[in-house]
């Protein structure tokens, strides 16, 4: 294989690809594909002509990925804003998409970012973003995960574990990120539900929809963050709350508990509570102690940090935010809301303006920002 032509190639074939109508993003993507291809086909059976076949496998490419986005997009236009309660159809061909995305020749890691790029439709930025990575880092995952499957026979879907993996980062990314597919992970969650007797699948049901009932008082009009505590309740959908935590009663009934069922029960007490005065912090730290049991995560722990401070007070808090590494993805913001609450709002502030730095998106960054203006204003009085 001549790498070095494929590298000089790449230039003017992916100026040939944008001329022809592709956009910038979406003709690297296709042309991506066609250089793993290279790679795969090129070494038994090499083209005569090789920019020709570069530029003819990428195009058919880019048109295969539009067809399949253009598909996506009609099944979201076809879904109303708040995905509807009850029975739903039969399993359809996103659903088995997703199974046979996750083949058991890829790890688990892999075959969540490959699914998410080539079914779900999010982009290798906001995919590196959900795994907490660099965007290049995730490109060249991504790229060993094609590289992979090809040629692969999918006779042998993947597990139900890395499908609810999927499943949950394309509703985080609906959830709070650029692209709408919130209401489409809830559906296809609940067709997995309907098809799949498993205690896992209905925690993740449930903690989707105790999250989306909460969705329309997540952000003020004019587009800036309301953080949990001073959200509108009564705007809360209750049907949607009544519906989550009664699926998520029948599982917990079953005694097989998982993470997705462990953070489901954490957002009910969230949901539960009639004002965040009234939320019972102590239960919701015990959650997440089962939590961290069974994921060993980090963030789990940064978030049990904050639990910690609520129901032991922001001493404890802080005690508990020590034992972890300060790099982690908010874990200035934590210690800023922690010292905030212990009075040191000198060290507040300036954790709040360092979190807001580190931001991911630009209605954090403002969230932030300003609450290091309003606590370096409340210290000038």
Excluded at 8 to 25: C, E, H, K, M, N
Excluded at 227 to 245: C, M, N
Excluded at 295 to 306: G, I, K
């Amino acid at each position: 294989m001549n790498e070095a032509l494929l590298r000089s190639l790449t230039p003017s074939v992916l100026g040939i690809l944008v001329r022809r109508g592709a956009d910038f993003a979406a003709a690297e993507d296709a042309l991506q594909d066609a250089l793993v291809e290279a790679v795969r086909v090129w070494p038994a059976d090499p083209p005569r002509d090789p920019k020709g076949w570069l530029i003819t496998v990428a195009w058919r490419r880019f048109l295969d990925a539009t067809r399949a986005d253009t598909a996506r997009r009609r099944r979201e236009d076809l879904l109303d804003e708040e995905p509807a309660p009850g029975a739903v159809p039969a399993v359809d061909d996103t659903l088995q998409l997703y199974f046979l995305c996750a083949h058991p020749s890829l790890t688990p890691s892999s075959a969540v970012a490959l699914t998410l790029r080539a079914v779900g439709g999010l982009t290798t930025r906001q995919i590196a973003q959900a795994y907490l990575v660099p965007e290049a880092t995730m490109a060249q995952r991504i790229s060993r995960a094609k590289r992979t499957v090809s040629g692969v026979r999918f006779d042998q879907p993947g597990d139900v574990a890395t499908v609810l993996r999927v499943l949950y980062l394309v509703f985080n990314e609906g959830y709070s990120g650029d692209v709408d597919l919130a209401a489409e992970a809830i559906r296809l969650t609940r067709q997995l539900a309907a098809a799949i007797d498993h205690p896992e699948v209905a925690g993740l049901l449930a903690l989707m929809l105790l999250h989306h009932a909460r969705r329309a008082t997540r952000t003020a009009p004019d587009g800036s963050l309301v953080p949990l505590a001073e959200q509108d309740r009564s705007r809360w959908d209750t049907g949607a709350i009544a519906e989550g935590v009664e699926i998520l009663q029948a599982a917990l009934a079953r005694d097989r508990l998982g993470e997705f069922q462990a953070q489901a029960a954490i957002a009910a007490l969230h949901a539960d509570a009639p004002t965040a005065e009234e939320t019972d912090w102590v239960q919701i730290v015990e959650w997440y102690d089962e939590l961290a049991r069974l994921t060993d995560s980090p963030v789990v722990r940064l978030n049990r940090a904050v639990a910690v401070g609520e129901a032991d007070g922001p001493r404890a808090g802080l005690a508990a935010l020590a034992a972890l590494d300060d790099s982690l993805p908010r874990h200035a913001a934590v210690a800023a809301y922690l010292h905030e609450r212990d009075g040191d709002l000198a060290t507040a502030a300036r954790l709040y303006a360092e979190a807001a730095h580190k931001a991911p998106d630009l209605a954090e960054r403002d969230y932030l920002t300003r609450q290091a203006a309003r606590l370096n204003a409340r210290r000038c009085r």
